[in-house]
């Protein structure tokens, strides 16, 4: 098969990106990407009883929210060529395709969340507008919209801004959500009653500690992570369930020596964990009575649970390098993949097979102080010695044992490949995702980068010279560091995707809702710390660019937002450096419609392999 058509192929694959159970654990809804030309939201019933079926199709991104009490009908979201200006939906699983507006179309703030009472009547959701006033305003409100007289009323106004998708319980009597108003690296849990009478903090383990909550089926009970059981420093996540009622707070897990870092409820109530170990799921049981833990079945890649079906069958997400996402239904003595039934069927929409797929192998390094790097190789056959180094966004999450369609192409195309879990990733415990906080961006994580790539050297897989590097989002910005501060005799092509050039930029342009972050892991604001900004800004320092460089932008991107391209180019143009640009008009945030994908992987190869 020639590349082309290979790629083609590749980005026909279907792969579940999210999926949740229904309140009565019958049904599936799920985002399946690259089934339709955009992301659509599917229904599959969890005893696979019949095929998957399409609840919306549209040329835009639409994705799930939230599932109605009765699990009868689900909330999507949708925005337009991805600028994040979503507008929310009602779609009944009686009536797929039928979608039912909620919100209106094309706001000029952003709403998060969208959870509909049970009785229908009131939609919640937090946003960024004072409808009082019409006007755009810095923090995130949390609101009750009434669908019959079309009232909103903010239930809660915290002080600043903060991603915050509000939990209403299945009752539909109160909600869980979160404030960052202490300190950007922390978060509190906050309770409020759907009539807004009663907003009060919930939970709070310090000012620069974060929590997280999640509402049992029964609505009295609450799941709770957190990085601190007491307000004192610790290295690990802690789990434990709080009762409403009683108004106690039980840790069931307190384990320095666990990464723990999610936990789901299952329909029926059961506990589900997320432990992650060396970027691998490693999911479990918990009985909350015995505390007893029930390991899932142990296979190759990741298995992650959803929870249970009336039937007490299993449901989750399966998926590896060579095998894309799917929905599975499983017993907990599967011994082997074979033993999953798929739900969603991937193989039956595919003109490739596994034997077509590239097994990646989980390989280590050293970098600054002895640290231990872990990294996920593609290897090109035959070896040409020449890498792509895909950095991962975030930087708060990992890079796993995933089908990723790019990497794939690349090593059709005759290059090895090294997806670098540098230090700040999740996946290998709090104390290595919060090591990037000890430098800010543009520490010790880049050379954690460049130690991968003189591994490869080692290994006889690279050449210095020979060494290109991409990335979306930070993973953007890290090809941009990389072209402006490390020499082109050991990486010589850099193709930033949505990634930041000049930070002050990048913060004073983004949404709202994500500057904390930029604070949290910098050390600041740039007026409190305009040195470090300026030093760890990449447009500061293209004067220092030898390699070759291909800029890739969302044109309506509203995180990493085009102004960052606009200014570096004046920079470029000023010294006369040559580069290449790729924009696409109809792409935010990365690069994710699959006809530009199939644009711009293809460019993306030709790019590498004229430049090393």
């Known amino acids: 098969m020639e590349p082309k058509e290979y790629l083609h192929e590749l980005l026909h694959l279907p792969q579940v990106w999210s999926a949740s159970l229904s309140p ?47 699990s009868r009908s689900v909330v999507v979201s949708e925005d337009h060529d991805r600028d994040e200006h979503s507008r929310l939906f009602l779609v009944d699983l009686d009536a797929p395709g039928k979608m039912q507006p909620l919100t209106e179309d094309r706001p000029p703030h952003f709403i998060n969340g969208g959870s509909l009472s049970p009785d229908g009547r009131f939609l919640y959701y937090s946003t960024n507008y004072d409808f009082e006033k019409n006007e755009v305003i810095e923090s995130s409100w949390l609101y009750r919209h009434d669908l019959q007289s079309g009232e909103r009323k903010p239930i809660a106004q915290p002080d600043k801004a903060a991603w915050m998708v509000p939990k209403l319980n299945l009752q539909g009597t109160y909600i869980l959500y979160n404030r960052v108003d202490r300190h950007p690296a922390g978060m509190q849990v906050y309770l409020v009653d759907v009539e807004g009478k009663e907003d009060r903090e919930l939970f709070n383990f310090g000012d620069d500690h974060k929590v997280f909550a999640r509402w049992f089926p029964d609505g009295r009970r609450i799941l709770v992570l957190s990085e601190s059981t007491d307000g004192s420093p610790q ?291 740039p007026d409190e710390i305009p040195e470090k900004y300026h030093e760890r800004s990449p447009i500061h320092y293209v004067r220092n660019i030898k390699g070759k460089l291909l800029i890739v932008q969302g044109a309506v991107d509203p995180n990493v937002t085009p102004e960052n391209v606009r200014k570096v180019e004046v920079r470029l143009n000023e010294r006369d450096i040559p580069y290449e640009k790729l924009v696409f008009e109809d792409e935010g945030h990365g690069i994710l419609k699959t006809k530009n994908q199939e644009v711009l992987y293809e460019r993306l190869a030709d790019f590498f392999d004229a430049a090393l």
């Open 24 to 70: 009565d654990g019958r049904w599936i809804a799920f985002n399946w990407y690259h089934r339709h030309p955009n992301m659509d939201v599917f229904l599959v019933p969890s005893d696979g009883s019949s095929p998957p079926l399409a609840l919306t199709e549209t040329p835009e991104m639409t994705v799930f929210s939230s599932w109605t009490a009765d």
């Open 235 to 525: 290295e690990h996540v802690s789990l434990g369930i709080y009762d409403l009622q009683e108004g106690k707070l039980t840790w069931l897990i307190d384990d320095p020596q666990r990464n723990i870092e999610d936990a789901t409820l299952s329909p029926d109530g059961l506990v589900v964990v997320d432990e992650i170990v060396e970027a691998t799921h490693q999911a479990f049981v918990l009985d909350t009575q015995s505390r007893a833990e029930t390991p899932f079945p142990r296979l190759p890649g990741n298995l992650l649970p959803l929870g249970r079906n009336p039937g007490k069958d299993w449901i989750g997400l399966y998926y590896s390098s060579r095998r894309p996402t799917e929905l599975v239904r499983f017993s907990l003595d599967a011994q082997q993949p074979n033993d999953l039934q798929s739900l969603t069927h991937v193989w039956e929409h595919a003109k490739l097979t596994e034997a077509d797929l590239v097994q990646c192998e989980s390989i280590h390094w050293e970098s600054e102080n002895a640290l231990k790097i872990q990294g996920w190789l593609y290897r090109a056959s035959p070896n040409s010695q020449r890498v792509i180094l895909f950095i991962h966004g975030g930087p708060t999450a990992h890079s796993e044992d995933e089908m990723s369609p790019e990497l794939q192409y690349f090593v059709r195309r005759g290059f090895n490949v090294l997806d670098v879990n540098y230090r700040g990733s999740t996946g290998f415990g709090m104390p290595y995702r919060e090591m990037i906080k000890e430098d800010g961006w543009g520490g010790r994580e880049q050379a954690d980068i460049v130690n991968g790539a003189r591994t490869l050297i080692d290994y006889g897989l690279a050449e210095a010279g020979r060494i290109g590097i991409t990335g979306t989002s930070y993973g953007g910005y890290s090809s941009w560091f990389h072209i402006t501060h490390t020499q082109r005799s050991l990486i010589a092509a850099a193709a930033p995707i949505c990634g930041m050039t000049d930070l002050v930029v990048d913060y004073e342009t983004t949404r709202p809702d994500l500057r904390r972050y930029s604070e949290e892991m910098i050390g600041g604001r």
